[in-house]
């Protein structure tokens, strides 16, 4: 009869040893999980620096340019204003006065030739300057566009962050519970 209760006992104590072993490794895998996790939220928080630090430079190149298209833009009035009081001089003074200014004209024909050119010369200057700040505005909405895609990939990256820190939570919650469990079956 001894022989029958020892058997059971020593039933109870294999079951008893299987299931602290499945506990075991239900612990184990579930702290390779969370070291797992904590990488892959490594990964992301380095991903965020990186795209913050993008961002930042995009701003500043963006920055850089605004004062570059305001400047352009100042040299283009300036040019404008010069030219047209020239313009104004001339006229106000009259024909003497521009011929005096075109010096070397023989006819009235070779003066308005000697005054286009004074005028092309005026207007390649500014065209020039036009050029470079439509260059500069294309180059500022090409940084704005790859600022936008930057910050989407910003906030990818967090809702990432967000995913990863809840399941490592979970997780913690998970092994904290196993522990508490294998703690009170020690006790039992």
Same mark, same amino acid.
Request: hydrophobic share 35%; aromatic share 4%; with cysteine.
């Given at each position: 009869?001894?022989?029958?209760?020892?058997? $059971?006992?020593?039933?109870?104590?294999?079951?008893?040893?299987?299931?602290?072993?499945?506990?075991?490794?239900?612990?184990?895998?579930?702290?390779?999980?969370?070291?797992?996790?904590?990488?892959?939220?490594?990964?992301?928080?380095?991903?965020?620096?990186? @795209?913050?630090?993008?961002?930042?430079?995009?701003?500043?190149?963006?920055?850089?340019?605004?004062?570059?298209?305001?400047?352009?833009?100042?040299?283009?009035?300036?040019? @404008?204003?010069?030219?047209? !009081?020239?313009?104004?001089?001339?006229?106000? !003074?009259?024909?003497?006065?521009?011929?005096?200014?075109?010096?070397?004209?023989?006819?009235?024909?070779?003066?308005?030739? $000697?005054?286009?050119?004074?005028? $092309?010369?005026?207007?390649?200057?500014?065209?020039? @300057?036009?050029?470079?700040?439509?260059?500069?505005? !294309?180059?500022?909405?090409? @940084?704005?566009?790859?600022?936008?895609?930057?910050?989407?990939?910003?906030?990818?990256?967090? !809702? $990432?962050?967000?995913?990863?820190?809840?399941?490592?939570?979970?997780?913690?919650?998970?092994?904290?519970?196993?522990?508490?469990?294998?703690?009170?079956?020690?006790?039992?």
């Amino acid at each position: 009869a001894n022989a029958d209760k020892i058997a $059971k006992m020593q039933k109870e104590l294999d079951d008893l040893g299987s299931e602290q072993q499945e506990q075991a490794g239900f612990q184990k895998t579930l702290e390779e999980k969370i070291s797992l996790q904590q990488s892959n939220l490594q990964i992301v928080d380095e991903e965020l620096t990186r @795209l913050e630090d993008a961002i930042t430079d995009k701003e500043q190149e963006i920055c850089d340019l605004k004062n570059e298209v305001a400047a352009l833009d100042a040299e283009i009035s300036n040019g @404008l204003e010069e030219f047209k !009081q020239r313009l104004r001089v001339m006229y106000v !003074q009259g024909n003497d006065s521009l011929a005096s200014a075109l010096v070397g004209s023989t006819d009235f024909y070779d003066l308005l030739s $000697k005054y286009d050119l004074v005028a $092309k010369h005026d207007n390649e200057l500014v065209s020039n @300057l036009k050029e470079k700040l439509e260059t500069c505005q !294309q180059k500022q909405q090409s @940084l704005e566009e790859e600022k936008n895609a930057l910050a989407e990939q910003k906030a990818s990256e967090k !809702q $990432k962050k967000e995913e990863f820190s809840a399941a490592l939570e979970q997780l913690q919650d998970d092994y904290a519970m196993s522990t508490d469990e294998s703690i009170r079956s020690a006790a039992d």
